[in-house]
């Protein structure tokens, strides 16, 4: 039902846009949220929608250079990446979930994508 896709290499500076797919879910008010993981690190929160109100909210270490937006005709969640640092390196996931609002709190969500890899080279 989701599908993260669009990551791949690129250099410190450059720019990747990633691209949340969703599918098979009843209703289009449902909240979206990116997170990443890095090999040997915790899971964290990357930025998040919510359908509802069109908020958005960025983890703090990509504030300014990560902006998360939604398409309504093609049904799909972007995340657009400028500025980025090897240390934005992982593997990228959407999740999503029904009325949470916009969350970066993981266990909210009950639907997770597969993951698309994001390799930053120095």
């Known amino acids: 039902q989701l599908q993260a896709y669009g990551g791949g290499l690129v250099e410190s500076g450059g720019s990747l846009r990633l691209s949340c797919a969703v599918s098979g879910l009843t209703s289009d008010y449902y909240d979206i949220g990116w997170f990443r993981q890095a090999p040997g690190k915790e899971r964290e929160a990357v930025g998040c929608?919510?359908?509802?109100?069109?908020?958005?909210k960025d983890q703090d270490s990509v504030k300014g250079r990560f902006t998360v937006s939604k398409d309504n005709v093609e049904n799909t969640v972007y995340l657009q990446m400028n500025s980025l640092k090897p240390d934005d390196t992982a593997v990228y996931y959407c999740?999503?979930?029904?009325?949470?609002?916009?969350?970066?709190?993981?266990?909210?969500?009950?639907?997770w994508g597969q993951g698309t890899q994001v390799t930053v080279s120095s």
């Open positions: 999740a999503g979930a029904y009325g949470i609002g916009c969350t970066l709190y993981a266990p909210m969500y009950d639907y």
């Open positions: 929608f919510s359908s509802m109100d069109g908020s958005t």
